[in-house]
Structure formats: C-alpha cells, structure tokens
C-alpha cells in the first residue's frame, strides 16, 4: 500500500464576477488526478507557475479542502474540514520547508523556540531542549546558536533552521515547496546536500515542489509532469528527464540553459 494515495482530486476556485450580472464561474487549478507515493521514495513535481504544483501539496497535507476526490496517508483518511487536533497525526506525519526562509520563520522567536514549535504544537513527550539541540547538529549548525534570532544568521543557516523545524518532530513525509529558489548558488548546494543525506538516513519520503529540474534531478527518484493542474508525464525521473514523452515536458527541458562549448 502507498504511504500517500490521492484518487479524483479536484480542485476548483470561483473567479470574481467582472459585473453584477455576470454569471459566477470557476477555475480549475487542478483537474481530476491519482498520485500514489511510496514510503521511502523520493518524488519530484514540476511545472511552470501558475500549473497546480503547490495546489496539489496543499490538498496532500490537509490544508486545502479538494472540490473532488479523496487523500490518504497511511491508509487512513485525510479530512481538511476537520479540526485542527484531529489532525495531529496528520502535522506528526509531515513536515514543510517553505521557499523563503525569513518570511517563515518569527523574527521575534530564538531559533530554540522556532525549531521547538512543533514538539509544543504536537504535545510530544521528552526533553525537548536535547532534541532540538540534536537536530540542530544534524543541519550542521552549533547548538550554541539555540539562542539566537533568525536576523542573525545568514539565508542558508535560516534555511537551516526551516529545515530543522520540518524534521524535529521526526516526520515520516518531508515536503519542500521550492525550498532552494530562494538562496544564492554556494547555498543551494550545500541545502541539496543536507536534503540527500536526511533522506537517505532519517528514512523520509520526500516531497518535492521545484522549477528547478536539476535540483530534482539530483533528490528524486519518481517526478510528475504538471500542466494547467494536470498531470501530463510521470514515471522514473531518469526515463522522464532522459526520454520526455509529452510535447511539454520536452518543452520544459528545452528551456534549460545551456553553455555553449568554446
């Protein structure tokens, strides 16, 4: 069984009227789709803005409720109208990293109480402080630095700390919304790094948001093709990157630039 399972999920949104009399309409940000993730696997899901990519991680963690269709995790139901403590298993599950690391993270909270957040949130039990102190060291920066404000650090150690916040909780689903875009070229290495290696060795099902085809290139072993809210090619991501199928996808690669040799 699929660690994640989506079936029929729709989502639609009403667009303003122009006029009084203008009959009301909708807009579908993503069509009718069926995903299955594995546990353990990496997936990858690209497509130009505007394509149902983050759309569709919204009605996969719950925080959007879908016109249509169903989500599960782990077998069990995911209910986006319910209340927020009866989503807990859900937040114990799963843990975001957003695209830009200062808009995310409380400019008035120390980077101990940004990371320590979720144990709260979540009731868990255990020395809390030891845990973030952990998981500070597994990110690669000093438990010293606990104490300090996001405006203190520079945008790959925010980054950091986001990333510590995700995981703190020991989530079984690690999902990043553009999580690189944001951060100059010697960061985004170093984060692409952090990524693999929580991967391969905190045993966490990736989920990930990306334009960049080279950065899901290098994390994930499964992709989705996304194209105005439909999924138009998935499968290994050697064989779509490699041997595109769909007129988009072959697009999408195209557009990726290239140096000409001297």
Same mark, same amino acid.
């Given at each position: ?52 990519? *983050? ?113 703190? #909780? ?10 690189? *875009? ?28 990306? #334009? ?51």
């Amino acid at each position: 069984m699929s660690l994640i399972e989506a079936r029929g999920l729709r989502r639609d949104f009403f667009v303003p009227k122009r006029s009084p009399f203008e009959k009301p309409r909708t807009q579908t940000a993503l069509a009718p789709t069926d995903l299955d993730v594995a546990e353990g696997s990496s997936l990858g899901i690209i497509g130009e803005s505007g394509s149902g990519k *983050s759309t569709l991680i919204r009605l996969l963690l719950g925080l959007d409720r879908p016109t249509s269709g169903t989500v599960a995790v782990d077998g069990r139901a995911v209910d986006a109208a319910a209340s927020a403590r009866s989503l807990h298993w859900l937040r114990r599950a799963t843990g975001l990293v957003f695209q830009d690391p200062y808009a995310s993270l409380d400019p008035r909270m120390t980077a101990a109480q940004i990371i320590g957040e979720p144990l709260r949130a979540l009731d868990i039990p255990g020395d809390r402080a030891a845990r973030i102190a952990e998981v500070l060291t597994q990110v690669g920066l000093e438990p010293e630095m606990a104490s300090r404000y996001p405006h203190e650090f520079s945008g790959g150690q925010r980054q950091r700390i986001a990333l510590a916040r995700a995981i703190v #909780h020991r989530p079984r689903i690690l999902v990043g919304d553009e999580p690189l *875009s944001a951060l100059d070229v010697t960061v985004r290495a170093q984060i692409l790094e952090l990524l693999a290696s929580l991967h391969r060795t905190s045993d966490l099902t990736l989920l990930l948001v990306s #334009h960049d085809i080279g950065v899901v290139q290098h994390l994930c072993d499964q992709v989705v093709v996304l194209k105005e809210g439909v999924i138009v090619e998935r499968g290994a991501t050697k064989d779509v990157l490699l041997h595109p199928q769909h007129a988009y996808t072959k697009t999408l690669l195209a557009a990726i630039p290239v140096i000409p040799g001297r």
